[in-house]
């Protein structure tokens, strides 16, 4: 009777993991850049004395689904999406360089060019790039920014970094949405990466089928429910029937 509990909870615990990493995604269907949360599980053995038949459950290397999202044309000038699978390098929040896939740019009070969350963009030296005030600013293709100000012709002030991890390899997600590489470092700028302006990259969460497999994990923790009340009412009547038998 303990195996079939241990189990049963087991199984609904997973359940309700990969229930909250479905509503993550859910939540995210019109974030920017974003990438879907990924979950497996594998099947864990417990060892010790009179534990060798139990199962854990155990979360196995979560992810996220890397392809990019759709394009959404919005004609400003300071809307990228990097093509294929280039990202953005991009200042976090402990100054380390970090990347992401949001392209959102805006020139902020102190004059940087910043995308996600407010963090400042990158150039290709590694440094942020700072924009002349009431500067007119496009972005070219290969990242390359121009400010004009007023009837000056206009000036190069940087490059975007546009960084594409090797082949085989993915970039790890942090708590702060922010990707970096599996060993903290940063990555070399890609000069064969290109971007594309006036338009903004959609995440790549699939609202619908993440909606069917939320009414799946539903089902699933549904039945494990059940499993435990079964198990429940079997120790109850096998108690009754000892105590009719002492």
Avoid: C, W
């Avoid at 087991?10 to 990493?21: D, E, K, L, Y």
């Avoid at 990438?35 to 979560?62: D, K």
């Avoid at 924009?131 to 390359?144: F, L, N």
């Avoid at 590489?181 to 700028?189: I, M, N």
Wanted: cysteine-free; overall charge negative.
């Amino acid at each position: 009777m303990d195996r079939v509990i241990y189990t049963a909870t087991s199984g609904a615990t997973a359940a309700m993991h990969r229930h909250q990493v479905i509503a993550h995604n859910l939540a995210n269907v019109t974030t920017t850049g974003f990438r879907a949360e990924l979950s497996t599980f594998r099947a864990v053995p417990l060892r010790g004395e009179g534990a060798t038949t139990r199962v854990h459950a155990l979360e196995a290397t979560p992810g996220y689904l890397d392809k990019p999202g759709p394009l959404q044309n919005t004609g400003r000038a300071l809307d990228v999406a990097a093509v294929g699978s280039a990202f953005f390098a991009i200042q976090a929040l402990d100054g380390t360089e970090a990347y992401t896939r949001a392209g959102a740019l805006q020139v902020n009070a102190q004059g940087n060019l910043v995308g996600f969350n407010g963090l400042p963009m990158l150039g290709a030296g590694g440094a942020p790039i700072a924009v002349p005030e009431g500067a007119q600013v496009t972005i070219a293709r290969d990242g390359t920014v121009t400010a004009k100000v007023g009837n000056e012709a206009p000036q190069e002030i940087g490059r975007l970094k546009l960084v594409t991890p090797p082949e085989g390899q993915k970039l790890v997600r942090g708590d702060d949405g922010l990707f970096r590489s599996p060993d903290g470092q940063p990555l070399p700028a890609d000069e064969a990466a290109t971007l594309v302006d006036g338009m903004l990259e959609g995440s790549n969460v699939d609202p619908i089928g993440a909606m069917v497999d939320m009414i799946a994990v539903a089902r699933l923790y549904e039945m494990q429910m059940k499993l435990l009340q079964n198990a429940e009412r079997n120790d109850q009547q096998a108690a009754q029937l000892l105590s009719l038998n002492a």
